[in-house]
């Protein structure tokens, strides 16, 4: 995490929801000693159960390539680096590579792992999870579950008329999709602003950040 910032700025995450979605309930099979039915946050690389992982599935020494865009901003290039020594100490053989924009956002591009990230369109956990239909899957994940679908629906439809139903739908799919695995998510990023002592009424939005038309200055 002390690529993008350290802890002030991005904390792990194992899952689509962010702590301050709707739906959102902590969970992460992938971490060091998991709560009961992976319930909890990561906390920690569990690096021998990957490695014996790695050897089980036969893909040991196999050659791994990250593909990232720097159209993003030069931390792909640092995450690249990191990878490469990641990949290898699992027991592939690492590389990476920046590619074009364009390349980066063709479903023809067969990539073996990618470099992206999501942002959200509108404070709902739909704008986190609809992007996992099978009509709307994004980023190529690939991935189109009838399951996950109906329950995306039932839990749109939900979210009119009863939230609190809808809340506990949109774990159940979150954890369902983390569990399939389409992505690996890696951090939540946190905003952080600085602001003078003169300045007053200081006001924060989920989606928008600071609202600058809300602060006074002395």
């Not at 039915?37 to 906390?43: A, L, N, V």
């Not at 939900?158 to 949109?170: C, F, G, T």
Request: proline share 8%.
């Amino acid at each position: 995490m002390q690529i993008y910032g350290g802890e002030a700025a991005a904390r792990p995450t194992c899952q689509q929801l962010p702590p301050n979605f709707p739906g959102y309930e902590p969970y992460c099979p992938y971490t060091m000693n998991p709560g009961p039915d992976g319930e909890g946050s990561w906390t920690a690389p569990d690096l021998e159960q990957a490695q014996r992982i790695v050897r089980r599935s036969g893909t040991a020494g196999m050659r791994v390539v990250l593909e990232y865009t720097p159209a993003f901003g030069p931390d792909g290039a640092l995450v690249g680096d990191y990878m490469v020594e990641l990949l290898d100490e699992l027991g592939y053989q690492g590389g990476a590579r920046p590619i074009p924009f364009r390349v980066y956002q063709s479903l023809r591009n067969e990539f073996q792992m990618e470099l992206g990230g999501w942002l959200a369109d509108y404070p709902a956990a739909s704008t986190f999870i609809n992007m996992f239909s099978c009509e709307t899957t994004t980023y190529a994940s690939g991935l189109c579950d009838p399951r996950i679908d109906a329950m995306i629906d039932r839990a749109s439809r939900l979210q009119l008329e009863e939230p609190a139903a809808a809340r506990v739908l949109w774990a159940e799919i979150d954890r369902a999709i983390v569990d399939q695995a389409p992505y690996l998510w890696l951090f939540n990023g946190t905003a952080v602003e600085f602001v003078s002592e003169r300045v007053g009424n200081y006001q924060w939005h989920p989606q928008w950040g600071g609202l600058l038309n809300q602060l006074w200055i002395r």
